[in-house]
């Protein structure tokens, strides 16, 4: 019997996308669609005292014109694509309005023109006039935190979205150990943009006196409460659809402008409006990633070994909640797991400021924690004398771990694995021998960094997937499910998972990419990096009571008992000696018309899943520094997984390529600017910020260490989002090595090792 899971199948929809037949927002949006374009604000923090609309009406095309003072300001609502839950502490904080009066950061939305074509739009957003009562603002997470700081939101002392903290042990006794060698550091990590290839868009109108929003997002099913919520409409009058996306990173993973959207069609009598952000307004006034300053402190024992451990995080929120706290805990979560200690203290805060609004992106606080977890690892390795290897060989969470929270478990010698594949791929051995103690003023070495990754959002959140099955009369099959592909590969991996759970070939198994509310079986989207291991449980759910009808409709017709029956490879076999009674294309054909017995077969099933499932890997790099230029060269990279059994092995390459080269621009080049005089991003198109591309990098490995995740029907856990937890910190651990200069903010350009060399004494003046 032929499988299709751990084959490197075509994507399905390799063909569309490149023959230029994929459909996205822009592509489905009618010739008649009105155009809405979004005035921003020019100051950081105030208070809207005036929009004068005037000239922007006398502007050929002008239809309408939207201000704050026209949208409601008593119906906030959440943006964040999370799971909703009836239990008020589980709901995320609503503090958005579809336009705000009082503006939080340089970009907010004021006011909005709707328009019959472009160019009126822009025109229109030109002309309009908005005064401003300006506020103080701060930009910096502890500043914000400071007595007589401006305040952002009524209800959050000191600009404190939320607090949370772990203790372990007895810290301050641990302390007192005799011999305790102390290592202490600060560690930043930047706010960075997810710049995916396709800016975030939307359009809405109404049909039969409902909502309907067409959206490049990652959360459909998400999206349409959303809107609702901010509507106040029930929530059975909205329906959204999910064409094809071309790239989220979690970007998309909000409701970023379905809602003004939406309400700009209402006010227009359910027209059709589309709203299509620009580049700029993309880098601005979407999301970006949390900036995080870690504290760490540790206290070592001469043998290599934790005796106390200490944490500080501070997560830079901007201007709305989003996301919110969940980034910063989970990278606090991560603190005491990867290299347990008994004794433990850890503080996460998260802050509101006047930045642009940080939320999910392609590792949820994991690259900030990585960063400063891995950074500090070698400081201690340097600090007691150790090789960052064995350190870590000693330290790492154990094989049979548990976490009390999760309830996830280590179940194989993962990290070992891990690392010494990378080390035979890196040849690290060898040159971290060579790179030591170098002189001269360009020098090379060699990094390690380890990462830490739950899968999926259980027990925080709640975790279901539907997921519906339907037989065609050729014995082919459609499926669907509420988990949406958005340009990382997962209708694929379903479709495989699917062809092996039913037993039929891969060929005729037809995936329906498009997720729309009112046909698509609910799921709650892509993030997480929980498509493949908790859309796993509901297809397989599904694939066996899809299996039990055929069967059953398959003893009727050929009169053998469902226990000597099996379907494999679109074939209806008889146990006993192998014999094919006949295919599945005749079974369904005689199914659907039988004069006797008609039946159209089909199934759709809901799985819950309260299990999580531990992800686990390493990055190694290897760098030229020339350190008068102050330039690091990246000259090989090797990323190392552990995710479980691979469904598509070409596909996971292809996951981890992506994930490291975001892991490289976050190392050495991505950083949001921002003018302190004004709190405006100065770098908001893709000239100024300095991606990182195909000419920054070397050669990318991926490797993988496939240990069957036990908890999970296909053996597979999260790989989406782990490539780029551990790359950043690698590449600081090899410029450590190459210069003995801990640089302890990322990314790592020249203008921050000049000031890291200048103070080492590498660069004189």
């Known amino acids: 019997m032929s499988k299709s899971v751990g084959k490197s199948e075509i994507r399905v929809d390799a063909y569309e996308k490149a023959a230029g037949r994929a459909k996205y927002v822009e592509d489905l949006c009618g010739r008649n669609t009105l155009v809405a374009r979004i005035l921003h604000s020019t100051v950081a923090h105030g208070i809207v005292k005036s929009v004068d609309t005037s000239e922007a009406e006398k502007v050929p095309g002008v239809l309408k014109i939207l201000t704050c003072f026209d949208a409601p300001q008593d119906r906030p ?11 008020p502490k589980h709901q995320d904080v609503a503090d958005r309005c579809l336009l705000n009066r009082h503006v939080r950061y340089y970009g907010d939305d004021v006011a909005v023109v709707i328009a019959e074509d472009e160019v009126a739009a822009a025109q229109g957003v030109r002309a309009l006039r908005a005064e401003y009562e300006a506020l103080p603002f701060v930009l910096d997470v502890q500043e914000a935190m400071a007595d007589g700081a401006p305040q952002l939101h009524q209800g959050y002392d000191h600009n404190i979205l939320a607090h949370t903290s772990i203790r372990n042990g007895d810290y301050q006794k641990a302390i007192a150990e005799p011999g305790l060698i102390r290592v202490e550091g600060w ?18 109108y109404e049909e039969a006196g409902r909502v309907v929003v067409v959206s490049s997002t990652q959360i459909p099913h998400i999206t349409k409460r959303v809107v609702a919520q901010a509507l106040g409409l029930p929530w059975g009058k909205v329906r959204v659809v999910k064409p094809y996306v071309g790239g989220g990173f979690g970007n998309k993973q909000d409701a970023l402008y379905e809602p003004l959207c939406a309400w700009c069609s209402v006010e227009m009598g359910g027209r059709p409006v589309k709203l299509i952000c620009s580049r700029e307004e993309t880098f601005v006034s979407n999301r970006v990633r949390h900036a995080i300053r870690s504290h760490i402190v540790s206290w070592v024992r001469p043998d290599g070994t934790y005796a106390a451990r200490k944490l500080e995080c501070f997560s830079n929120q901007g201007g709305y909640a989003s996301h919110g706290h969940g980034i910063c805990a989970k990278g606090m979560g991560a603190f005491p797991q990867l290299y347990p200690c008994p004794n433990v203290e850890c503080d996460a805060y998260t802050v509101y400021t006047n930045r642009p609004v940080a939320g999910a992106m392609r590792g949820y606080g994991i690259p900030q924690a990585m960063f400063a977890v891995e950074c500090h690892t070698d400081d201690v390795c340097r600090a007691i004398g150790a090789d960052p290897v064995e350190f870590r060989r000693k330290n790492l969470m154990p094989v049979g771990f548990v976490d009390g929270f999760s309830k996830n478990e280590l179940y194989a010698d993962t990290f070992n694995q891990c690392m010494d594949k990378g080390m035979a791929a890196m040849d690290y051995v060898r040159k971290y021998k060579a790179y030591q103690h170098q002189t001269g003023d ?24 539907s997921c519906r099955m339907v037989l065609n009369q050729d014995g082919s099959l459609q499926f669907q499910t509420g988990e949406t592909e958005i340009g990382q590969g997962c209708d694929t991996a379903y479709s495989q998972m699917v062809a092996d759970a039913v037993g039929v070939p891969f060929a005729d198994v ?9 046909i698509t079986p609910y799921g709650t989207g892509a993030y997480a990096s929980r498509q493949t291991y908790i859309g796993g449980f509901s297809i397989m759910q599904t694939a066996q009571a899809l299996r039990e009808r055929i069967l059953n409709i398959a003893h009727e017709q050929t009169r053998m008992p469902v226990s000597n029956l099996d379907l494999q490879d679109g074939q209806i076999v008889r146990k006993t000696d192998g014999r094919v009674l006949k295919s599945l294309g005749e079974l369904a054909t005689e199914s659907l018309y039988s ?5 159209h077969i089909t199934a759709e099933t809901t799985a819950q899943i309260k299990s999580n499932a531990y992800s686990f890997g390493c990055s190694f790099a290897e760098v030229e520094v020339d350190i008068p230029m102050c330039k690091v060269k990246l000259l090989n990279m090797v990323n190392v997984h552990d995710c479980g059994r691979l469904i598509n092995p070409a596909l996971a390459e292809a ?23 004004t709190g405006r991003v100065l770098n908001d198109n893709l000239l100024d910020y300095k991606l990182s591309t195909m000419m920054d990098h070397p050669r990318l490995d991926a490797e993988f260490v496939e240990n069957y ?7 597979t856990k999260s790989l989406g989002e782990p490539p780029t937890c551990s790359g950043a910190p690698a590449i600081r651990n090899a410029i450590f090595q190459a210069t003995g200069v801990a640089v302890d903010r990322c990314p790592a350009t020249p203008h921050v090792l000049f000031e890291a060399f200048r103070e080492a004494g590498l660069i004189q003046g």
Not at 510 to 518: A, L
């Open 187 to 204: 560690y930043d990590t930047p706010t960075v943009q997810h710049c995916h290839i396709e800016n975030f868009g939307c359009y809405a």
């Open 77 to 87: 609502f959440p943006t964040a694509g999370h799971p909703w839950s009836t239990d």
């Open 595 to 599: 004069m006797e017995h008609s039946q």
């Open 442 to 465: 360009v020098r090379r070495g060699v990094g390690l960094a380890v990462f830490w990754y739950n899968t999926a959002v259980w027990p925080i959140s709640m975790e279901s997937s």
């Open 709 to 715: 995740e036990p908890t999970n029907p296909f053996g």
């Open 510 to 518: 037809h995936v329906i990419t498009r997720q729309d509310t009112d």
């Open 655 to 677: 996951q981890v390529h992506g994930g490291m080269s975001m892991a490289i621009g976050y190392g050495l080049s991505e950083e949001e600017k921002f003018d302190p005089k």
